[in-house]
C-alpha cells in the first residue's frame, strides 16, 4: 500500500495527544475516587469490575480517528484484477485509385466513414492501430484505447503511389506483434514452410481496400503468416465492380473494386469479407475477436473505504457511550 498524501498523517499527532488527554483525565478521575473511597464515600467494588468497559467507547472513537487520517493520506493499493483485451488494426489502402468517386464522395471518405463507425462502436478494453499503405507501408498509429487518437489518426489520411497489400498486411502484423518483422519474400515464397512471427489470437485486421493489388509481395502468401499467427483478416471492399476512370499525373486510369482478392485473402485467414456499403460489416468483425483474458496490476485509491471503516467506527462508539453514561464521550 503506497500513500498520495502522505504528510497528511501528522493528523495522527492531534490524535495521540487526545489519547494523552484521556489518559490524564481517567488518572485524576482515579485519584479522586480513590481519595472518596478512603473516606468511605463511595463503593469500590464494582466500579473496579466495570472499570475497563468506561475506556471501550474511546477506544473504539480513537481508532475511528486513525483511520480518518489514513483516509486523509489518500492510501493506494495495487490490486490484480481480470480483464479482456484485444487488438484491432485498421490497414487503410492510401494508393491513388482511392480517389475514385464511385463511391460517394471518394473511396478513402467512405473508409475513413466506415473505420470511424467501427471505433465509436468499440469498448474500451479493444485496442486499436491504424496503418497506411500505398506501394510501402508505415504505421500511423500503435495500438492503443484513446479513440480520440485513433479518429485523429484515420482523419489525417491522405492519398497517392501504388497499392501493395502484401505491405499493408504485413505492416499490420508488424504493429500487433509490437516488435521488429523482417519481410523477406524468399521465405514467403519458399515451399520449406510458414513463417512464424508468433500467435496473436486475441487480435485482427480490418482491411480497408479496392483489392487492386500492383506491388509484391503476394497478399495471400502475407495471409497465411497473419493465419499462422492466429490473427483473421477481415476485408472491406471499398469501391464498385464497374468501377470508374481517375486521372494520375495527366493519365487516365481505370479502376474497379477486385472482391475475388479480398475474399481470397480473408478466406485464407478465417475472416470476413463483406462491402462497405454493408452498415453492419464492421460491426460483426468484433464478435470474431477470440479476447483474452489478462491479469493486470493497477493502482487504486482506498480513501473511501478508510473513510466508511471510520465512520462507522465513530457511529458504534457513540451509541455505547450513549447507552454506557448517557453521553457521547
Same mark, same amino acid.
Given at each position: 500500500?503506497?500513500?498520495?498524501?502522505?504528510?497528511?498523517?501528522?493528523?495522527?499527532?492531534?490524535?495521540?495527544?487526545?489519547?494523552?488527554?484521556?489518559?490524564?483525565?481517567?488518572?485524576?478521575?482515579?485519584?479522586?475516587?480513590?481519595?472518596?473511597?478512603?473516606?468511605?464515600?463511595?463503593?469500590?467494588?464494582?466500579?473496579?469490575?466495570?472499570?475497563?468497559?468506561?475506556?471501550?467507547?474511546?477506544?473504539?472513537?480513537?481508532?475511528?480517528?486513525?483511520?480518518?487520517?489514513?483516509?486523509?493520506?489518500?492510501?493506494?493499493?495495487?490490486?490484480?484484477?481480470?480483464?479482456?483485451?484485444?487488438?484491432?488494426?485498421?490497414?487503410?489502402?492510401?494508393?491513388?485509385?482511392?480517389?475514385?468517386?464511385?463511391?460517394?464522395?471518394?473511396?478513402i471518405a467512405a473508409a475513413k466513414k466506415a473505420a470511424?463507425?467501427?471505433?465509436?462502436?468499440?469498448?474500451?478494453?479493444?485496442?486499436?492501430?491504424?496503418?497506411?499503405?500505398g506501394d510501402s507501408a508505415l504505421t500511423v498509429l500503435?495500438?492503443?484505447?484513446?479513440?480520440?487518437?485513433?479518429?485523429? #489518426? *484515420?482523419?489525417? &489520411? =491522405?492519398? +497517392?503511389?501504388? !497499392? %501493395?497489400?502484401?505491405?499493408? /498486411?504485413?505492416?499490420?502484423?508488424? @504493429?500487433?506483434?509490437?516488435?521488429?518483422?523482417?519481410?523477406?519474400?524468399?521465405?514467403?515464397?519458399?515451399?520449406?514452410?510458414?513463417?512464424?512471427?508468433?500467435?496473436?489470437?486475441?487480435? #485482427? *485486421?480490418?482491411? &480497408? =481496400?479496392? +483489392?487492386?493489388? !500492383? %506491388?509484391?509481395?503476394?497478399? /495471400?502468401?502475407?495471409?497465411?503468416? @497473419?493465419?499462422?499467427?492466429?490473427?483473421?483478416?477481415?476485408?472491406?471492399?471499398?469501391?464498385?465492380?464497374?468501377?470508374?476512370?481517375?486521372?494520375?499525373?495527366?493519365?487516365?486510369?481505370?479502376?474497379?473494386?477486385?472482391?475475388?482478392?479480398?475474399?481470397?485473402?480473408?478466406?485464407?485467414?478465417?475472416?470476413?469479407?463483406?462491402?462497405? @456499403?454493408?452498415?453492419?460489416?464492421?460491426?460483426?468483425?468484433?464478435?470474431?475477436?477470440?479476447?483474452?483474458?489478462?491479469?493486470?496490476?493497477?493502482?487504486?485509491?482506498?480513501?473511501?473505504?478508510?473513510?466508511?471503516?471510520?465512520?462507522?467506527?465513530?457511529?458504534?462508539?457513540?451509541?455505547?457511550?450513549?447507552?454506557?453514561?448517557?453521553?457521547?464521550?
Amino acid at each position: 500500500m503506497s500513500l498520495r498524501s502522505p504528510w497528511m498523517l501528522f493528523a495522527l499527532v492531534v490524535v495521540a495527544v487526545l489519547v494523552v488527554a484521556y489518559w490524564w483525565m481517567q488518572r485524576q478521575r482515579a485519584e479522586r475516587v480513590a481519595r472518596l473511597a478512603s473516606g468511605g464515600l463511595v463503593p469500590t467494588t464494582a466500579g473496579q469490575r466495570a472499570r475497563w468497559r468506561r475506556h471501550i467507547p474511546f477506544a473504539i472513537f480513537a481508532l475511528a480517528l486513525v483511520l480518518v487520517c489514513f483516509a486523509l493520506a489518500r492510501p493506494t493499493v495495487s490490486l490484480a484484477l481480470p480483464d479482456r483485451e484485444g487488438t484491432v488494426i485498421l490497414a487503410f489502402d492510401v494508393s491513388n485509385s482511392m480517389r475514385a468517386k464511385d463511391l460517394e464522395p471518394t473511396r478513402i471518405a467512405a473508409a475513413k466513414k466506415a473505420a470511424l463507425a467501427f471505433v465509436d462502436q468499440q469498448p474500451s478494453t479493444i485496442r486499436i492501430g491504424v496503418v497506411a499503405f500505398g506501394d510501402s507501408a508505415l504505421t500511423v498509429l500503435k495500438p492503443t484505447k484513446v479513440k480520440e487518437e485513433v479518429v485523429a #489518426a *484515420i482523419e489525417r &489520411l =491522405s492519398v +497517392g503511389g501504388a !497499392t %501493395s497489400l502484401g505491405q499493408g /498486411l504485413f505492416a499490420s502484423l508488424r @504493429a500487433i506483434a509490437g516488435k521488429p518483422l523482417t519481410l523477406n519474400e524468399s521465405a514467403l515464397d519458399s515451399d520449406s514452410g510458414q513463417v512464424d512471427i508468433g500467435f496473436f489470437g486475441s487480435s #485482427a *485486421i480490418v482491411l &480497408l =481496400s479496392d +483489392g487492386e493489388n !500492383t %506491388s509484391r509481395p503476394d497478399p /495471400l502468401d502475407v495471409a497465411e503468416v @497473419a493465419s499462422t499467427a492466429g490473427v483473421p483478416v477481415h476485408a472491406i471492399g471499398i469501391g464498385t465492380k464497374q468501377g470508374t476512370v481517375i486521372q494520375v499525373d495527366g493519365f487516365s486510369i481505370a479502376t474497379a473494386l477486385d472482391e475475388d482478392l479480398l475474399k481470397e485473402i480473408a478466406n485464407v485467414t478465417d475472416g470476413r469479407y463483406n462491402h462497405a @456499403a454493408d452498415a453492419a460489416a464492421l460491426a460483426k468483425v468484433y464478435d470474431s475477436i477470440d479476447l483474452e483474458f489478462k491479469t493486470t496490476k493497477k493502482p487504486r485509491e482506498v480513501t473511501a473505504l478508510f473513510a466508511a471503516a471510520g465512520g462507522l467506527l465513530l457511529a458504534v462508539g457513540a451509541l455505547l457511550s450513549l447507552s454506557s453514561v448517557g453521553r457521547v464521550i
